[in-house]
């Protein structure tokens, strides 16, 4: 941490670099998830012989809007989480105390991710304000194709202000010197 930070670049641009790099991988592991799904149900198609959807997939729409909507949903929910991830494990003095700290991040993250798999769960305005649950609700509705533009947009602008707040919050513990160097 010392070589970094005696580097000329400012604490807030180290943090920057850090929080580009976690927002990057966060991204394009969504992103590589999201086209493994088409790729494997045009697979899914071709292996029926006839090129039809499997019955199951007959209900999920595969079409370009879909998945542009899903790539932009994307975007703040992977700047939420990589800087959270970074707020959280630059208060480690190793990487093993960094991993069991974000531990119970990932189990704050799924719970409230289950809500979606509820049935008759919909996304409304009180939901789309809430983080992580806004999310996975909103990809499952863009996947039934039974979702609405107020949910979306609610859902995007709530994850975006959550993302900034969690930004701000990476940035100040990264700048505190007691965090920093354990004093």
Known sequence: MEMLLSAPAGRGEIVLGKILVAITASFMTSVLTIISFRVSSLLGMKATGSGRQLPFMMEIPLDAKTFALIFVSVIPMAILSATL????????????????YLTPLLLVAVIPAMVSLLPGVKLNAGMALIPIVNFSQLIKELMLGDWTWTGFTLTLISNRIYAAIAFTAAVMVFKNERILFRT
């Open 85 to 100: 991830m970074i707020a959280i494990a630059t208060m480690a003095k190793s990487y093993k105390e960094a991993q069991s």
